[in-house]
Nanobody
Framework: QVQLVESGGGLVQAGGSLRLSCAAAGSFFAINAMGWYRQAPGKEREFVALITSVYNTNYADSVKGRFIISRDNAKNTVYLQMNSLKPEDTAVYYC???????????????WGQGTQVTVST
């Protein structure tokens, strides 16, 4: 069974920074793309950032230039460095990973449990 375990959320003032981590645990062959999504109260879950297995990245327009996604394949971990945080970044942040159980197998998408990020004014 694969699990994605997130950490690093918390309360920060506007303009501050936080770094989220998401580690994949369990038995699997490879981690393909990994990403971050977020869901604010009363809103739908939205895409934040993505990094592929060859380190290509993609960001939502709302976070470009402020957030940086990275990964450490040796640790099966993806990070989200969040800078210049704004109150509108307040949300539960979810890690998402496409993980293959064996060579040549299609990837399965897994979600982390979510971590709260609150940005105060």
């Amino acid at each position: 069974q694969v699990q994605l375990v997130e950490s690093g959320g918390g309360l920060v003032q506007a303009g501050g920074s936080l770094r989220l981590s998401c580690a994949a645990a369990g038995s699997f062959f490879a981690i393909n793309a990994m990403g971050w999504y977020r869901q604010a109260p009363g809103k739908e879950r939205e895409f934040v950032a993505l990094i592929t297995s060859v380190y290509n990245t993609n960001y939502a327009d709302s976070v470009k230039g402020r957030f940086i996604i990275s990964r450490d394949n040796a640790k099966n971990t993806v990070y989200l460095q969040m800078n210049s945080l704004k109150p509108e970044d307040t949300a539960v942040y979810y890690c998402n990973g496409e993980i293959s159980a064996a060579f040549g197998a299609l990837g399965t998408r897994y979600w982390g449990q979510g971590t709260q990020v609150t940005v105060s004014t």
